[in-house]
């Protein structure tokens, strides 16, 4: 019997509390193995995940074809040093992206993860533009190194880490259901003039650009409205700037379509890229149109174990996969779950909103007896999402819990998640939501 198999779900936890740095004490779900859409833990109970390790695994949890291209390229070699040693994979794979990214990118930069490709990102929209300054959203989430980290509009991220890098500036969010400037009516696109309004005051007007998650993931799943994100680019060129998509929880199919901004009119200046990648094989990307991505000149940005061949390989057998059925699943089952979802809001008082695009869904919980921020819908309830998140576990499936008030039940599933599966989270969920109220 093999170490692993005569361990138990109390010694993992025992290990990670005596030898890793903490970050999370809350450890959800030890994993012995894993398959498709089922978590496997030590003490042999298994789990149908909901959350795909924080939307990573599109394709599925050992998905044959990306195990396979991993073990062919090992059998080869591991690591050369992408930046020194050219290989296939690597050369291959950035062809790919350039036929798959929107517009005209064209050129890749391969680094090890979403952090690193927002920061990748910064630098050359600097480079390029001369400029310095970069706007983002408030409440969204790119990474949490110092510079993306400033970029991140949650203080719950940054307590004790400041300074972070300066000339940032933050711009509200179209968090429809709370819209801070719409007063609880509906977001509209007018709410992108915000972005106008704190170029105007809180930069020297030197923007090199603006950031944006299409739709926010670690906000709550925000879906920005018709005609925002357009009237976002616009603004930025206006002011010489660059749009730069983090599309590095949204993309590679999550939302239905390969990349989020395809549900919108917009081409971005940068894609970021990483998590749904290489299935769960570390690994992040930056892609831009030829005439940015050539302001880097030589030494200006490098990354040893950037673009490791490995790596590279289980992305390319990862798009063929997303590509063969996969991505139009997640449309389909998408749009099936929206309407459950909203029959939950119905349901439910506690249900305040449900909104999301693909299989990118998030229920934000509430307290209907009290007013939330600024009176603008009612109280987050982030212990009443936390105990319906328990609940699901305790009835065999794992799902996320975050957005900025902790108040907001995430399912981001892998994308090859059938309707049978579909119709137990939902299941468990109405179960778990009718407990609580008699609780």
């Known amino acids: 019997m093999s170490e692993q198999t005569s361990r138990s779900n109390d010694a993992v936890t025992a290990q990670y509390d005596a030898y890793l740095t903490p970050i999370w004490k809350n450890l959800n779900v030890p994993i012995k193995r894993a398959s498709g859409e089922t978590l496997e833990d030590f003490d042999g109970n298994e789990y149908l995940d909901a959350f795909s390790g924080i939307s990573v695994t599109n394709v599925g949890h ?131 003039e915000n972005v106008e309004r704190v170029i105007g005051t809180h930069t020297a007007d030197d923007l090199a650009a603006i950031v944006v998650e299409p739709v926010m993931g670690e906000g709550g799943i925000i879906v920005p409205p018709e005609g925002w994100l357009e009237r976002v680019q616009e603004i930025a060129h206006e002011h010489d700037a660059l749009l730069i998509a983090d599309e590095v929880q949204t993309g590679y199919g999550r939302t239905g379509e390969l990349w989020a901004v395809d549900h919108f009119d917009v081409v971005p200046d940068i894609i970021t890229q990483a998590k749904g990648i290489a299935n769960g094989l570390p690994l992040g990307a930056f892609t831009a149109r030829e005439e940015i991505a050539d302001a ?80 603008v819908a009612p109280a987050p309830d982030a212990k009443l999402a936390k105990s319906v998140a328990a609940d699901l576990r305790e009835e065999g499936i794992v799902i996320g819990v975050g957005g900025y008030y902790s108040n907001v039940i995430r399912l981001q599933p892998p994308l090859t998640i059938d309707r049978s599966q579909l119709e137990r989270i939902v299941a468990a969920l109405r179960s778990a939501l009718e407990a609580e109220e008699e609780r």
């Open 296 to 375: 880097f000149e030589s030494g200006d940005h490098l990354s040893t174990f950037g673009g490791n061949p490995v790596a590279c390989a289980a992305a390319l057998a990862t798009l063929e996969e997303l590509q063969d059925g996969i991505i139009d699943n997640a449309r389909e089952q998408g749009a099936w779950l929206e309407d459950e979802l909203a029959a939950l809001e119905s349901e439910f008082d506690v249900v305040g909103d449900t909104r999301g695009l693909g299989l990118m869904y998030g229920l934000e919980i509430v307290d209907p007896s009290t007013d939330g921020p600024r009176g």
């Open 62 to 192: 050992n998905n044959e074809a990306v195990v396979e291209a991993a073990k062919d390229q090992l059998d080869e070699f591991v690591h050369g040093c992408s930046y020194v040693h050219p290989n296939a994979p690597v050369g291959e794979l950035a062809e790919r992206l350039a036929s798959e990214t929107p517009g005209d990118l064209t050129k890749s930069f391969f680094c090890n993860s979403g952090t690193e490709a927002v920061e990748g990102a910064i630098k050359l929209a600097r480079k390029y533009t001369g400029s310095t300054e970069v706007l983002a959203l408030e409440m969204g989430f790119h990474g949490r190194t110092l510079g993306s980290l400033a970029l991140t509009g949650n203080k719950a991220y940054k307590n004790g880490m400041a300074p972070t890098i300066n000339d940032v500036s933050h711009v509200e969010p179209p968090y429809g259901y709370r819209c801070p400037s719409c007063e609880g009516e509906t977001c509209t696109a007018a709410c992108a």
